[in-house]
């Protein structure tokens, strides 16, 4: 036995070849779809997460295709912390309104104004949202939540099913999820419970842009490289705003950035960049040596198992 | 981890684009190095980076260990860190200039063969790990066994810690004749053995100088190269209809598509379809392919297909070439492996979701049960438990179009689902499960199921 063991065979370097291969972009794509269309065949009242952030963009464009030329059968939620980056709503309205869709929203500051909940010291809303959020599904009985969550983006997510089972608190219980075999989905759950779907799950970030890139779709102009005006705080690049930054200590300076999430600007940091069209961004990612959160997310470095926390609790 | 590559050159946009993606499995007894052969196949993919690599050196650190534990970047549950162990699958991904990996990341653990099944359903390709100085062992075979039974197309079986037993080609030889020869009886299509070390990275990556004596690729050589597509012109056509595309817009007043994704086989247009289980027939007027048209689309596209005729099909229909239909039946036979907590038992009242439909079912036998160690069958367990193989006999309230999973792992596979709460209960895959079954033991062998 001196060369390799194979009993029959092997490709050699023809394993891409074939009229019926398919590129990973297409593979991932038709995924993303059969997904789509199983929770429109099966639940009663999906509705899709929509932050304006690239990952919930490119699952509203795959919704677009696994229904056209129908309309998307599914309304969208936005959980809005209060502390948006104004473009990023001036393409959530636009968008809602070039495709005639309906939008839910549910507002962290509402809750706030109310008392029912209390801002933190550190100024950070994204922890708030999980309240506004299960509360909605309750009070608007979605049955099904579409999420842009993607198992890439942090080990607790690594462990998630395609279809994420929550209970009448939105809880997530990983001991408790259902294995999932083949392509075969089960959506069944009580009354008060429901589903997070995940569509991009097998996707990474570097997917997410090129498929942008190749499906030419729009984004928040705030992803490419801009002057703004930021300031430092815990190592991360912040924007100031109303939301309570910088502080007297913190001086703004300006600076060519640009953002890789879209969340809360009290803690979603821009990285230096020089990456002005989709094509310098895809190049940069790819070169990158830091992880989105890990670069741009405050939240998630709380404690090592703050997204498991989070999750655990109704977070998306 | 002795070395760290570092990545050369970025790729290029369209070196990034040009790639396929392969799904494959790793399974590996706890000890046989399976978290350092993913860690070093992600580590030197880039696919750790530099913050990950950071949390595990403070975590590490914290512990008061010498180096970094590269399972904590595997294992991300608050119960995994604390118990250090791997509780559930996780899928992880990683990249190439060539190819796009998911990986189902298996726990080892004897008992949790349901987590390798659910890993194996939808590989491409599984990671069959030995330690170089134990050879094949019991666990070997029932990672085999699962291979062959849930058909993965390809398997590799890389022994380990070569480096403990001074690289010998000899000891290499031996495992993998004895593997090769277990598997291929067992209907494993294609084996590659691969001398490997993890720990030192031979042959993981980069090729070992240490075996002059191997002439074969590296593990992420032969995963870059193996081929995903396959031969579609013998595949029979299947398209499980999901949802009925109906805009009743002025644009399009009279557009009716039957959408699914194709799990088997391609649909040309002009071709004659059959509906199923209804047997109504009709042609394709036309393909969308997500809004495009297309004169031929193909496993596993998601498109939609258009029909000459307006003929009742619904969501769960089953849409196959005229000439190729398979047999519908309300007397399901299959091989089945039991993943929930609750046994399954005869005369359990059950769902049956097969493809896009669901249909009331009856467990009217369970025939046997198989022991993975030697492939014997054990008859009327009376019931199957958690992590069981076996096979039933099921009763179906509905007539359905069923392929033998050996023909399609798409059109040939169900799971049973409790109606009462919603529990996925159990994996089945139709029709005869192993090339060549083992007789039936006598029941005084019978001495317990050691899952």
Not at chain 2, 207 to 217: E, F, K, L, R, T
Not at chain 2, 356 to 380: E, F, G, Q, Y
Request: aromatic fraction near 6%.
């Amino acid at each position: 036995m001196t060369t390799a063991a194979t009993v029959s065979e092997a490709a050699g370097d023809s394993g891409d070849a074939g009229p019926y291969a398919l590129s990973h972009l297409d593979a991932l794509e038709s995924e993303a779809v059969h997904i789509f269309r199983e929770v429109a065949g099966e639940f009663e009242r999906p509705v899709v997460l929509f932050s304006s952030g690239k990952d919930s963009i490119v699952m509203l464009h795959l919704a677009l295709k696994a229904f056209a030329p129908a309309p998307v059968p599914f309304s969208l939620l936005h959980v809005d912390t209060g502390h948006n980056f104004p473009e990023v709503l001036e393409y959530r309205d636009r968008t809602v309104a070039a495709h005639g869709l309906r939008l839910h929203v549910a507002s962290v500051q509402d809750y706030i104004d109310r008392g029912v909940l209390k801002e933190r010291p550190d100024g950070t809303r994204n922890p708030l949202q999980t309240v506004p959020l299960t509360e909605k599904i309750q009070s608007e009985r979605f049955d099904a939540v579409f999420g842009g969550g993607r198992r890439d983006e942090e080990k607790a997510r690594a462990k998630e099913r395609v279809f994420s089972l929550r209970d009448e608190f939105s809880q997530w219980d990983p001991r408790r999820q259902r294995p999932e075999l083949w392509q075969l989905y089960n959506g069944r759950h009580a009354p008060g419970e429901h589903v997070r779907v995940f569509p991009l799950s097998n996707w990474t970030e570097l997917d997410v842009w090129q498929y942008i890139a190749r499906e030419h779709i729009e984004l928040p102009e705030i992803y490419f490289a801009h002057e703004r005006e930021v300031f430092q705080r815990a190592g991360m690049w912040l924007t100031a705003g109303e939301w309570g930054g910088p502080k007297e200590s913190e001086t703004v300076e300006k600076r060519q950035v640009r953002y890789r999430t879209v969340g809360d600007m009290s803690c979603t940091g821009a990285v230096d960049s020089d990456a002005t069209t989709l094509d310098a961004v895809i190049t940069e990612i790819a070169a990158s040596r830091l992880t989105e959160r890990g670069a741009t997310r405050a939240d998630d470095k709380m404690s090592e198992a703050a997204m498991e926390d989070r999750k655990r609790e109704g977070y998306f | 981890m002795t070395s760290a590559t570092e990545p050369t050159e970025p790729l290029s946009v369209e070196q990034l684009s040009a790639t396929t993606l392969l799904r494959f499995a790793t399974a590996g007894s706890v000890d046989d190095g399976k978290s350092t052969l993913v860690g070093r196949l992600l580590h030197d993919s880039k696919s750790v980076l530099t913050d990950q690599l950071e949390a595990v050196e403070r975590v590490s650190a914290d512990r008061g260990q010498d180096t970094p534990d590269l399972a904590l970047l595997t294992d991300g549950l608050r119960a995994e860190r604390e118990q250090g162990i791997t509780i559930d699958v996780a899928y992880r991904y990683f990249a190439t200039a060539r190819r796009r990996f998911i990986l189902a990341d298996t726990p080892g653990h004897v008992q949790y063969t349901r987590n390798m099944v659910t890993g194996a359903s939808t590989a491409d390709l599984a990671v069959v790990l030995v330690d170089a100085r134990n050879g094949v062992i019991e666990q070997t075979r029932r990672h085999a066994a699962v291979a062959a039974l849930l058909r993965v197309p390809h398997v590799v079986l890389a022994v380990n810690k070569m480096d403990l037993v001074d690289y010998r080609e000899s000891v290499f030889a031996a495992i993998a004749e004895e593997f090769t020869a277990y598997a291929s009886e067992l209907g494993v299509p294609e084996i590659t053995a691969i001398p490997i070390s993890a720990l030192a990275g031979d042959n993981v990556v980069e090729p070992s100088a240490n075996m002059d004596w191997y002439g074969g690729p590296t593990v992420l050589e032969h995963l870059e190269t193996v081929p995903v597509s396959h031969d579609l012109a013998h595949c029979h056509a299947r398209l499980p209809v999901q949802y009925v595309i109906r805009p009743q817009t002025a644009e399009h007043p009279d557009y009716r598509g039957y959408a699914g994704q194709i799990a088997a086989g391609t649909f040309r247009v002009g071709e004659s379809v059959t509906v199923l289980p209804s047997g109504r027939t009709s042609k394709v007027a036309g393909i969308d392919l997500l809004g495009t048209p297309v004169d031929i689309a193909w496993t596993p596209q998601s498109v939609t297909l258009l029909l000459a005729d307006d003929i009742d099909i619904s969501r769960g229909d089953l849409l196959v070439p005229s000439k190729d239909a398979p047999p519908t039946t309300q007397d399901v036979e299959a091989t089945v492996c039991h993943v929930a907590d609750q046994p399954l038992t005869v005369g359990h009242r059950v769902l049956l979701k097969h493809g896009t439909r669901t249909v009331k079912a009856i467990v009217k036998d369970i025939p046997s049960r198989l022991t993975l160690d030697d492939l014997s069958l054990h008859p009327h367990p009376g019931r199957l438990v958690a992590n069981d193989i076996g096979r039933v006999k099921i009763r179906t309230a509905e007539p359905l179009p069923l392929d033998s999973y050996a023909d399609s792992r798409r059109t040939g596979a169900f799971i049973l689902i409790d109606p009462s709460d919603g529990t996925t209960l159990t994996a089945g895959m139709v029709g005869e499960s192993f090339a060549a079954p083992q007789p039936v033991k006598n029941e005084g062998d019978d001495d317990g199921w050691d899952f």
